[in-house]
């Protein structure tokens, strides 16, 4: 099968498009044939291997999965002896194993049906983005309706995401970005929006009840002072954490949390709990904004446009 395969790390010139095997059947998983696959910022950590504790996980020198990629939707062509829940035809998408290929090795409880709403486009750039979102403002930033949410990175893949849950769940959304793209984050459903060239959240007026902080790298400092005395803030992303642990703020802010009256918590993402995103996209409340999509053999392209900050959304590679 055609793949794109990465033997070592370093810039989007590592992946190389080859031919290699299929992934052999195993008892408790599914053989996906991809349709697409979705592009995010996690990809770009695991290509680079930075930070270096990642390699810890997927590799030292080299990946131990030398095909990239994660999100996938695509129907299912195999299923394993111990998989009760899906059969072979049926549309899926979630989270497999790479996935920047014509056919993707995945666990059953990662997968869902494919909402009929959904192309297989817009259904590979969900899984982890989406669930990224509604993990950080749900599960961990308990957001409940009438709060005033400031959602920075509200863009990019994470964000266009979370802008929609935000609004779902009742919530006044303020979205920061840059100043191109503002109209493009009303156009999500936020009630306002910052220039972040411009003008600096933490000195408005009003506050914030529950802050989603997925770029720029705000200091603690600048995130405490735009929360309300007992808000909360959940730090999900931002590239200065470091490249040996990569999470140094994420970890200040658990640290500094016991000893002030406001909440700053670090995200871990799950990986389960697509069925929540099928109720909103089944309700039209959450529609994935995809910019583009590429060919698998330019994959490294779509990689090289989602490194020079001009995405709106998420990107995808079609198989």
Same mark, same amino acid.
């Given at each position: 099968?055609?793949?794109?395969?990465?033997?070592?790390?370093?810039?989007?010139?590592?992946? !190389?498009?080859?031919?290699?095997?299929?992934? /052999?059947?195993?008892?408790?998983?599914?053989?996906?044939?991809?349709?697409?696959? $979705?592009? %995010? +910022? $996690?990809?770009?950590?695991?290509?680079? @291997?930075?930070?270096?504790?990642?390699?810890?996980?997927?590799?030292?020198?080299?990946?131990?999965?030398?095909?990239?990629?994660?999100?996938?939707?695509?129907?299912?062509?195999?299923?394993? %002896?111990?998989?009760?829940?899906? !059969?072979? @035809?049926?549309?899926?998408? $979630?989270?497999?194993?790479? /996935?920047? #290929?014509?056919?993707?090795?995945?666990?059953?409880?990662?997968?869902?049906?494919?909402?009929?709403?959904?192309?297989?486009? !817009?259904?590979?750039?969900?899984?982890?983005?989406?669930?990224?979102?509604?993990?950080?403002?749900?599960?961990?930033?308990?957001?409940?309706?009438?709060?005033?949410?400031?959602?920075?990175?509200?863009?990019?893949?994470?964000?266009?995401?979370?802008?929609?849950?935000?609004?779902?769940?009742?919530?006044?959304?303020?979205?920061?970005?840059?100043?191109?793209?503002?109209?493009?984050?009303?156009?999500? @459903?936020?009630?306002?929006?910052?220039?972040?060239?411009?003008?600096?959240?933490?000195?408005?007026?009003?506050?914030?009840?529950?802050?989603?902080?997925?770029?720029?790298?705000?200091?603690? /400092? +600048?995130?405490?002072?735009?929360?309300?005395?007992? @808000?909360?803030?959940?730090?999900?992303?931002?590239?200065?954490?470091? +490249?040996?642990?990569?999470?140094?703020?994420?970890?200040?802010?658990?640290?500094? /949390?016991?000893?002030?009256?406001?909440?700053?918590?670090?995200?871990?993402?799950?990986?389960?709990?697509?069925?929540?995103?099928?109720?909103?996209?089944? +309700?039209?409340?959450?529609?994935?904004?995809? %910019?583009?999509?590429?060919?698998?053999?330019? #994959?490294?392209?779509?990689?090289?446009?989602?490194?020079?900050?001009?995405?709106?959304?998420?990107?995808?590679?079609?198989?």
């Amino acid at each position: 099968m055609s793949a794109i395969v990465q033997r070592g790390y370093g810039t989007a010139d590592v992946w !190389q498009f080859a031919e290699i095997a299929r992934p /052999s059947l195993q008892t408790d998983r599914v053989v996906v044939k991809v349709h697409a696959a $979705g592009l %995010d +910022r $996690g990809t770009w950590h695991l290509m680079t @291997g930075v930070p270096y504790a990642a390699r810890l996980a997927f590799g030292l020198r080299t990946p131990r999965n030398p095909v990239p990629g994660r999100d996938v939707a695509g129907v299912v062509v195999e299923v394993g %002896d111990k998989v009760t829940h899906f !059969q072979p @035809g049926d549309a899926v998408y $979630g989270i497999a194993e790479g /996935s920047f #290929a014509e056919y993707a090795s995945a666990l059953p409880d990662k997968l869902s049906m494919k909402p009929a709403q959904l192309s297989f486009e !817009q259904a590979a750039a969900t899984p982890i983005s989406g669930l990224t979102a509604l993990n950080g403002l749900v599960d961990v930033g308990r957001i409940g309706a009438g709060q005033n949410v400031l959602i920075t990175g509200a863009s990019g893949g994470v964000g266009t995401y979370a802008v929609q849950i935000a609004k779902a769940f009742g919530a006044t959304v303020t979205g920061v970005a840059s100043a191109g793209k503002l109209d493009f984050v009303k156009g999500l @459903g936020a009630d306002d929006v910052i220039d972040y060239d411009r003008e600096d959240f933490a000195d408005r007026a009003h506050q914030f009840d529950l802050i989603l902080d997925i770029g720029g790298s705000p200091s603690l /400092s +600048r995130l405490r002072r735009a929360l309300t005395p007992r @808000g909360t803030a959940v730090i999900a992303g931002g590239e200065d954490g470091g +490249r040996v642990t990569g999470i140094g703020r994420q970890l200040r802010a658990v640290a500094l /949390s016991p000893f002030t009256r406001q909440r700053l918590a670090m995200l871990v993402a799950k990986e389960r709990g697509l069925d929540r995103l099928n109720e909103l996209i089944v +309700r039209g409340e959450l529609v994935p904004a995809v %910019d583009r999509a590429y060919p698998l053999q330019d #994959a490294a392209d779509a990689m090289r446009h989602l490194e020079s900050g001009r995405v709106r959304g998420k990107l995808v590679v079609t198989a």
